[in-house]
């Protein structure tokens, strides 16, 4: 894990160090976390099935990479995951600003250096994460910015034009022996993406009439909404005949991966109960399913996983304001996060207007489901006819957790408030409140006791 003390070519060679190509250093790499029986994509949630094995035959053969997926479907992780199948260090010339391989220098200026200085030639070592490049693709990105252009400087310093040093390399010659990715790379305008063909089967690249014949070894890996594949812009045919793979990504199949996902990613001030995590991935899940919501552009997993990052800040918001020992999140807390998350979501044309309508009846689905999900069996007589015999209880975003259970309705003999505790594992005043909350939604759901809103405050009766 620390860097190699080798600092010359001699040296190099005298370590019995091995060159390999680009693509079969990733291969290599692949096949040996595969025999070990290691995951080359952690952190990676329902691609086990479907298009990881897409992903490492192609890497396997050696083919350059496009992803293509709704936004939100974890496409430029999964580029970057890739990174971990590259060697830990990687020799390269010092001061080279292709990163060349000391054994096979490719610019004029390191074929003069190698020459001149032999097995003295300096050798420096890159990380692998060094060795990766990302570009966001824009409208107004450059043929310079990716491939390279005539740097004026040079010419300026007494160069002549005709000379191949006066040139400055873009993005993708930079990442020789290297990873480029482009996000979104429909959105290159079409004559930039003619200035990669060359670079993607014939590995030279060319500048203001320069043809460089540089052996390019970079693998080029890309992302694409279908939407903008086919309507904002498109990826040229020779461009798209270029790439080995094409790889449809997709949301999480399973439920448990929609939650791994939210936990892993999410950034939590505050706790945030395992029901209500499920609460909104379930909510996530219906809102891919409805015909009210526009599919084409989806719902990103980032809708649950700031849904998440909400309602934890609205927890740790009443547990400083009230004084609460901790913040914990509860059921109420679910409204405060769909006020702020509504614009995320892309309604079909005919649904102007009843917006906070199905978003609100999707919530109620999403939160029913998991009701029954851990109350499953649990009798709640009890507490149902405390209800009907005229028992009111109040609760709201602001409303301390000791505040709510002292204005339980009392059950007599009944374990009602402990089960339903014991169920959800709560312990502390905060778990327990947020756990009888979800139980009262419940019961509100089913049509078994009424509730009212307003003011910022829910009362159940």
């Given amino acids: 894990m620390t860097r190699p003390l080798i600092a010359t070519v001699g040296q190099l060679k005298a370590s019995g160090h091995e060159q390999k190509s680009l693509r079969s250093e990733i291969r290599d790499n692949l096949l040996a976390a595969l025999r070990d029986g290691r995951d080359p994509w952690p952190g990676l949630h329902g691609f086990e099935a479907t298009v990881i094995p897409q992903l490492e035959r192609a890497l396997i053969a050696g083919h350059d990479i496009v992803l293509l997926g709704e936004r939100g479907q974890g496409k430029t992780r999964l580029l970057r995951t890739i990174v971990g199948l590259l060697d830990e260090w990687s020799p390269v010339i010092e001061g080279s600003e292709l990163g060349e391989h000391p054994f096979d220098p490719i610019t004029s200026q390191s074929v003069r250096r190698a020459q001149e200085l032999g097995d003295d030639l300096p050798v420096s070592w890159r990380r692998r994460e060094e060795r990766y490049a990302e570009k966001l693709a824009t409208p107004d990105t450059s043929v310079a910015d990716l491939i390279g252009d005539v740097d004026p400087m040079k010419v300026a310093e007494g160069r002549s034009l005709g000379d191949p040093e006066t040139i400055h390399f873009g993005l993708i010659p930079r990442s020789h022996r290297g990873i480029v990715a482009i996000n979104e790379l429909p959105d290159l305008a079409e004559r930039i993406q003619v200035a990669m063909l060359n670079v993607m089967e014939e590995r030279d690249i060319q500048i203001r009439g320069y043809v460089l014949r540089l052996p390019l070894d970079v693998l080029v890996v890309a992302s694409a909404n279908p939407e903008d594949y086919t ?32 936990r892993q990613e999410s950034d939590l001030v505050a706790e945030v109960p395992d029901y209500l995590v499920e609460i909104l991935a379930r909510f996530t899940r219906a809102l891919r399913e409805s015909p009210s919501v526009d599919q084409r552009s989806g719902v990103s997993a980032r809708f649950a996983i700031a849904g998440a990052e909400t309602i934890a800040a609205a927890a740790i918001h009443r547990a400083t304001r009230q004084g609460e020992p901790d913040a914990v999140a509860r059921p109420v807390d679910l409204e405060t996060a769909v006020d702020v998350l509504g614009g995320k979501i892309e309604f079909e044309s005919g649904e102007e207007g009843r917006e906070d309508e199905i978003l609100d009846h999707l919530l109620r689905r999403a939160t029913a489901e998991t009701v029954h999900g851990y109350f499953r069996g649990l009798d709640f007589r009890a ?66 006791i009424s509730k009212a809103s307003g003011g910022g405050e829910t009362i159940y009766g």
């Fill in 231 to 262: 309507n904002r812009g498109r990826i040229i045919t020779p461009l798209k005949d270029r790439f080995g793979a094409e790889i449809r990504t997709h949301y999480p199949l399973e439920l448990a991966d929609e939650v791994s996902i939210i």
């Fill in 383 to 448: 507490l149902v006819t405390a209800v009907e015999e005229g028992a009111v209880v109040t609760t709201g975003e602001q409303v301390p957790a000791r505040e709510f259970l002292a204005g339980l309705p009392r059950l007599g003999e009944s374990e009602l408030y402990d089960q339903i505790a014991d169920r959800l594992g709560a312990k502390s005043d905060g778990q327990r409140a947020g756990a009888i909350e979800l139980a009262l939604e419940g019961l509100f759901l089913d049509r078994r």
